[in-house]
C-alpha cells in the first residue's frame, strides 16, 4: 500500500494507533509521518522507518489521511495555523479530539474535506480497539478508507455524531472501568490465598472468557449469569452480596457522571 497517513500530535493514544497501523501493514512505514513537540519520545518508530518531525505543516504536506490526535482544547486553533497546508481534493481530516464537531472542524480548516471524528481506546496497542466513528460524509470509497484504517486496530462501530461523547464514555473511559473492576477482582483474589501474579493471571483469562461468550454466543450478560448461578450456591451469594452494596449502581453512576462532565 502506498497510502500516505500522517498523526497530529502522537501522544499516547496516537502511538497506540500508530502500533495498529505497523501491524496491519495498512501502509508502508515510510508513508506515516507523525509529530510531536518532544521527537525523542518517538525514536523507536524512526528507527522502524516512520518519518518524525515537529513540523506539523510538512506532516500535512505528505500525507493524504491525516489523523489529528490533539487535546480538545487547542485542536481548532492549531487547525486555524495549517489551513494553507489543507487541500480540499486531497485531504482526509480524522479527528480524535473528544467534545469538538464536524462543524467546528470544518470552519476551522475553512475547508470543504470529507472530516471524521474517530473514538478509539488504548487497546488499539493489541489491535483490539472499539472505534467510534461518524463522518460529513456518505461517499463509500472514502468511508472504505477511513475504516480500514481503523479494520487494522481493532473493531468499529458506526454511529451518528450525536452520540459521540456517549460513546468516548462507555468505549474509551470503560477501558479504566473495566480495569479498575479487574484490580478489585485480582485484590479479592489475594485476600482468599493467591498471589498477586496467579490471581491476576486467573483474573486476566477470566474477563476474556466472559467477554468471548457473549461476543460468539451474541448473548446478554444475564444469560451468561443464569448458567453459573444454582440455586443456594456460592455465585449468587456472591452477586447478591455487591449488590446490596451497590455494585451496579455505582458503575452506571460513574458512567453517567462522565458524561455529564464532557456534556460541561
Known amino acids: 500500500m502506498d497510502r500516505k497517513v500522517a498523526i497530529i ?12 497501523l505497523l501491524d496491519s501493514e495498512y501502509t508502508a512505514p515510510a508513508n506515516i ?5 518532544n521527537i525523542s519520545a518517538l525514536k523507536e518508530f524512526e528507527n522502524r522507518g516512520v518519518v518524525v518531525t515537529s513540523d506539523n505543516s510538512a506532516a500535512f504536506r505528505n500525507a493524504e489521511v491525516v489523523l489529528v490526535a490533539l487535546k480538545p482544547h487547542n485542536i481548532l486553533s492549531i487547525l486555524e495555523d495549517l489551513r494553507d497546508e489543507i487541500v480540499q481534493d486531497k485531504h482526509i481530516l480524522v479527528s480524535l479530539a473528544t467534545g469538538v464537531t464536524i462543524e467546528q472542524l470544518g470552519m476551522a480548516t ?15 496497542f493489541v489491535n483490539e480497539s472499539l472505534t467510534c466513528i461518524c463522518a460529513n460524509t456518505g461517499d463509500e470509497k472514502t468511508l472504505g478508507t477511513v475504516r480500514q484504517l481503523f479494520d487494522g486496530i481493532g473493531k468499529i462501530q458506526i454511529i451518528d455524531e450525536e452520540l ?3 460513546a468516548t464514555v462507555l468505549g474509551a473511559c470503560g477501558i479504566a ?4 473492576f479487574m484490580r478489585a477482582m485480582v485484590q479479592g483474589g489475594i485476600q482468599i490465598g493467591f498471589s ?14 466472559a467477554s468471548r461468550l457473549l461476543i460468539e454466543n451474541e448473548a446478554h450478560p444475564e444469560e451468561e449469569i443464569d448458567k453459573v448461578t444454582t440455586p443456594k450456591g456460592c455465585t449468587i451469594e456472591g452477586l447478591n452480596e455487591m449488590e446490596h452494596h451497590g455494585f451496579s449502581s455505582a458503575l452506571i453512576k460513574g458512567i453517567v457522571t462522565s458524561f455529564e462532565k464532557i456534556e460541561k
Not at 500530535?9 to 495498529?20: M, P, Q, S, V
Open 164 to 166: 459521540m461523547e456517549a
Open 9 to 20: 500530535g502522537c501522544g499516547n493514544l496516537g502511538i497506540a494507533i500508530l502500533e495498529g
Open 177 to 180: 472501568y473495566v480495569l479498575r
Open 33 to 37: 509521518t507523525v509529530t510531536r513537540r
Open 110 to 124: 475553512s475547508r470543504e474535506l470529507s472530516i471524521f471524528r474517530a473514538m478509539p481506546n488504548t487497546a488499539a
Open 196 to 209: 498477586s501474579q496467579v490471581a491476576s493471571f486467573i483474573v486476566n483469562q477470566t474477563v476474556n472468557g
